[in-house]
């Protein structure tokens, strides 16, 4: 069945660095647009950023540009997250999630179930 | 940046009841928006995208409606697995980014 798993959440010291990973089985993972999306405790949804199905095109969210870089290895079926300088308003819970539309344009379908990162000190 | 507002935070509601969600967006996104329903400690879920248009296996209670800036989701005949948060967003305004309205949460009276 279609799945989508993270894993590489945890606690991270500010300023310091962390790796989120999400494997992709079940559908054609190489031919979608791919995204982060993180929600506080207690909060809502907030985009984070996309990569285009080959890895040609990123984008992101300006809170996070600079600091976060979305990436995917297709021969590993396998979205990144690699997460530097972090600081409190990182802390949330990140899921990755799958468009259809190969350059990741529309809605998001599927999800993963989420990893928690916490940045505390 | 266009901002999805969502209203209201909170409604309740007893089960069999319909209700009405709605989203506002601050400039016109055509017919791109999308419903998710998130229960706590899961993930959100795809119920409507394309403004009206069901996600395979959502039930036919849900639907939605609306076009530019105004959107609503209707629930009928409200189920007790309903009770949960409901997020809508826009991917019209793409790039630079994807915008969420802030959520209606959907209690038991």
């Known amino acids: 069945q279609v799945q989508l798993v993270e894993s590489g959440g945890g606690v991270v010291q500010p300023g310091k660095s962390l790796r989120l990973s999400c494997a992709a089985s079940g559908f054609s993972f190489s031919s979608y647009g791919m995204h982060w999306v993180r929600q506080a405790p207690g909060k809502g949804l907030e985009w984070v950023a996309t990569i285009w199905y080959d890895g040609s095109n990123e984008y992101y969210a300006d809170s996070v540009r600079g600091r976060l870089t979305i990436s995917r290895d297709n021969s590993k079926n396998t979205l990144y997250l690699q997460m530097n300088n972090v600081r409190g308003g990182d802390t949330a819970t990140y899921y990755c999630?799958?468009?259809?539309?190969?350059?990741?344009?529309?809605?998001?379908?599927?999800w993963g179930q989420g990893t928690l990162v916490t940045v505390s000190s | 940046e266009t901002v999805m507002t969502q209203s209201p935070a909170t409604l309740s509601v007893s089960p069999g009841e319909t209700v009405t969600l709605s989203c506002r967006a601050s400039?016109?996104?055509?017919?791109?928006l999308a419903w998710y329903q998130q229960k706590p400690g899961q993930a959100p879920r795809l119920l409507i995208y394309?403004?009206?248009t069901r996600a395979t296996g959502i039930p036919a209670h849900f639907s939605g409606s609306g076009s530019e800036t105004e959107f609503t989701l209707t629930i009928s005949s409200l189920q007790s697995e309903d009770f949960a948060i409901y997020y809508c967003q826009q991917y019209s305004n793409w790039p630079p980014g994807y915008t969420f309205g802030q959520g209606t949460k959907l209690e038991i009276k």
């Open positions: 400039q016109s996104v055509g017919s791109n």
């Open positions: 999630a799958g468009t259809y539309d190969s350059s990741g344009y529309g809605w998001f379908d599927p």
């Open positions: 394309s403004a009206s």
